[in-house]
């Protein structure tokens, strides 16, 4: 007798997704379609959970919003919206970052099922930990333009989201981004910086720092028109550790600003207000007199190209004509030096009347749709490129950086959103074992797909989340690492934990780092050695939130790298290989939010990363995490792979595809 069926579902399937709760993260891109394709699949009860509210930038692709929606809850309006399809269904919403404590393992718990569409990495390890815990499937995903990859993750049986290590955010001394910039992103990093510094009021202070890319573009910068941070100065380093041999020197340098005798320390946003924000005193000072104080520094340019200085006068005696490359939209064109200089003498001037307007003591932030401050970092970056010989970009490539804006297709969040469902229902009809992981990718493989599935990789058994028994050694200087440092760089930013209680092993159960407020805030500003911790000492991490217990193997090391606080033994960054171009290591970051902001963790970085390129068809272990890269033939490796140039074995497909099969090159079948 034929099964009997509710529309195209069987009806044992149908029934199953009527009455499971699912929990939907994130409702940006992706989460639009998949929110749209769960309800008209016939999933009744849906809570979906995201901190974002909705941008006018989100209205392209973001189709459940509408102009009169922005500034709201898109998990709210996409409730409201999706109802509209189908109005039985029983869909909550949540204003609020997955993060909260409130949403604990027992709140997991009431799920069948997660889905994930988010867009940055720490609430993405936050899920897939509460999802270990929960012992509730996970379905990962995630896009970048044209590129896109669906993957499931179950306790026990598959790889979790961070069993392969990902690559480290990339970092810049600060003292490149102020002395010595290489790359445009410098330039456009000290612009952003420059604007934050003119605009707020804050002492000078001078001293090395490091700077984590992702970690700045999420910050308001409007240092010229904004809030103090004394870490983002853009004068000259004169701590600058290669000015000198003598350590003890450079100590020197970097103390000297309170010894200045009678030279008076202003800052950068009274300097200007002293000046009515001229634009001719700005000009100079930033890309004149600053670029000669760095020529006086004769060692930094022994081995490298000296720059340029740029005079206001002698720019606008040759600049009569606007010079102007490229062709197209407006914002596409590179205009030359005297037309930079010209935009930011505008842009001051726009900036400095919206300042007078706000009154005393108001503020600017940085915003990249905001005209005046994009056209103010767009010059100012541009000038600093021509100064140290880099070929300027235009507008519309310094917003996509400036504004770590990430590449959004509505078509791929369809795609992407219609497999999530796909691999949905196999779980729900208890059919995990046929899960894959699935690559969308930019062009046909030699089979005419676009399409690939992989089968999933098993847990690693060196993951430091999933593991029976997680552990880690971790290399760090016990005399110069703070315990602040221990809980906010290593625990809570390298393995993220969200409240994490730190117990020495040392006989007496000492409590060095506790969750509870106000229990050891003592502790912060004290070294790990002055708790007795030395090489070998080993740290019990829990994170009672998480549900998960981590072990810290400490080796004491003193000649760590420059400008490196700890170092994980065994650990990723160093072994991921240089990506062979852009097109094949483009990163994905779920949702493709085109603002720095999270849509469900507060303040956490915006990232791009997981996604692979695959071109075979044949069915293949597969990392979870799409920590994988192409050799130069085509064919997938694993990252050890990549390293040793030995082929990874690929595991033989499930299904030999039959010649009928070739008509349906782009159809992945659904048991």
């Known amino acids: 007798a034929p099964l009997s069926s509710v529309g195209s579902l069987r009806k044992e399937l149908a029934d199953s997704l009527s009455a499971c709760r699912v929990l939907v993260v994130g409702a940006g891109g992706i989460g639009c379609e998949l929110l749209k394709n769960l309800v008209l699949t016939g999933f009744k009860n849906i809570e979906v959970i995201d901190l974002d509210t909705i941008d006018v930038s989100n209205l392209n692709r973001q189709f459940l919003f509408q102009k009169k929606h922005v500034g709201k809850s898109k998990a709210q309006v996409a409730k409201e919206s999706v109802l509209q399809f189908c109005p039985t269904a029983n869909i909550t919403a949540y204003h609020d970052s997955i993060m909260n404590p409130d949403y604990n393992v027992e709140f997991f718990r009431n799920f069948m099922l997660v889905m994930n569409a988010l867009d940055n990495r720490a609430a993405r390890n936050h899920v897939n930990r509460m999802c270990l815990a929960a012992d509730i499937p996970l379905i990962e995903s995630g896009t970048a333009g044209y590129l896109g990859q669906v993957t499931v993750i179950k306790k026990g049986l598959t790889e979790c989201y961070e069993c392969q290590p990902k690559p480290t955010q990339k970092t810049f001394p600060g003292c490149t981004i102020r002395n010595t910039p290489s790359e445009p992103i410098h330039c456009i990093v000290w612009a952003k910086y420059l604007f934050k510094d003119m605009f707020y009021c804050w002492e000078v202070e001078i001293k090395p720092m490091i700077v984590t890319i992702q970690f700045y573009f999420n910050l308001h910068l409007s240092q010229l028109f904004g809030e103090e941070d004394a870490d983002q100065e853009v004068s000259p380093d004169t701590a600058d550790p290669e000015l000198s041999w003598n350590p003890a020197d450079t100590e020197a340098r970097a103390t000297a600003s309170d010894q200045d005798g009678d030279i008076k320390r202003v800052s950068t946003k009274d300097w200007a207000r002293s000046t009515g924000y001229d634009a001719v005193k700005l000009f100079n000072k930033l890309f004149k007199d600053d670029i000669q104080y760095l020529l006086t520094m004769d060692k930094l340019w022994k081995k490298r190209k000296a720059p340029l200085p740029l005079d206001w006068l002698e720019i606008q005696k040759l600049g009569k004509i606007l010079?102007?490359?490229?062709?197209?939209?407006?914002?596409?064109?590179?205009?030359?030096?005297?037309?930079?200089?010209?935009?930011?003498?505008?842009?001051?001037?726009?900036?400095?009347?919206?300042?007078?307007?706000?009154?005393d003591g108001a503020e600017l932030v940085w915003d990249k749709d905001d005209p005046p401050a994009m056209d103010f970092v767009t010059a100012a970056a541009n000038l600093r490129m021509h100064i140290f010989s880099m070929n300027m970009k235009s507008r519309?490539?310094?917003?996509?950086?400036?504004?770590?804006?990430?590449?959004?297709?509505?078509?791929?969040?369809?795609?992407?959103?219609?497999?999530?469902?796909?691999?949905?229902?196999?779980?729900?009809?208890?059919?995990?074992?046929?899960?894959?992981?699935?690559?969308?990718?930019?062009?046909?493989?030699?089979?005419?797909?676009?399409?690939?599935?992989?089968?999933?990789?098993?847990?690693?058994?060196?993951?430091?989340?999933?593991?029976?028994?997680?552990?880690?050694?971790?290399?760090?200087?016990?005399h110069k690492t703070l315990v602040l440092a221990l809980q906010d760089k290593i625990l809570k930013e390298k393995f993220g934990m969200v409240a994490p209680d730190v117990q020495i092993e040392d006989g007496k159960g000492t409590i060095l780092i506790s969750s509870e407020e106000g229990e050891t805030e003592a502790n912060n500003s004290k070294f790990l050695s002055d708790f007795g911790i030395r090489h070998g000492s080993r740290l019990q991490v829990d994170d009672f939130l998480q549900d998960y217990t981590l072990l810290v193997n400490v080796i004491h090391c003193e000649d760590l790298e420059k400008d490196v606080e700890f170092e994980v033994v065994g650990d990723a960054p160093d072994k991921a290989p240089t990506p062979p171009s852009a097109q094949e290591d483009k990163n994905v970051a779920n949702g493709n939010k085109d603002s720095a902001e999270p849509s469900t963790s507060s303040k956490a970085p915006a990232e791009q990363d997981d996604v692979l390129i695959v071109d075979s068809d044949e069915e293949e272990p597969s990392s979870s995490t799409m920590d994988v890269r192409m050799d130069s033939g085509g064919h997938k490796r694993k990252l050890h792979d990549a390293e040793t140039g030995e082929a990874s074995a690929k595991r033989q497909r499930l299904d030999q595809p039959s010649a009928a099969d070739e008509d349906d090159d782009d159809i992945i079948a659904l048991d």
Not at 351 to 356: E, G, K, Q
Not at 399 to 404: L, T, V
């Open 323 to 359: 010079e102007v490359t490229g062709t197209g939209l407006k914002d596409q064109q590179v205009l030359g030096v005297a037309g930079y200089s010209q935009l930011f003498s505008r842009s001051v001037e726009t900036l400095r009347s919206m300042l007078a307007d706000k009154g």
């Open 396 to 478: 519309f490539d310094i917003k996509s950086m400036a504004g770590n804006i990430i590449p959004a297709i509505a078509t791929t969040n369809a795609v992407i959103a219609g497999l999530i469902v796909l691999e949905a229902l196999k779980i729900l009809s208890g059919d995990v074992e046929q899960c894959r992981t699935i690559f969308l990718n930019k062009q046909p493989n030699p089979r005419k797909k676009l399409l690939v599935p992989c089968a999933l990789d098993p847990p690693s058994a060196n993951c430091y989340v999933c593991a029976s028994k997680p552990e880690v050694t971790v290399k760090l200087n016990v």
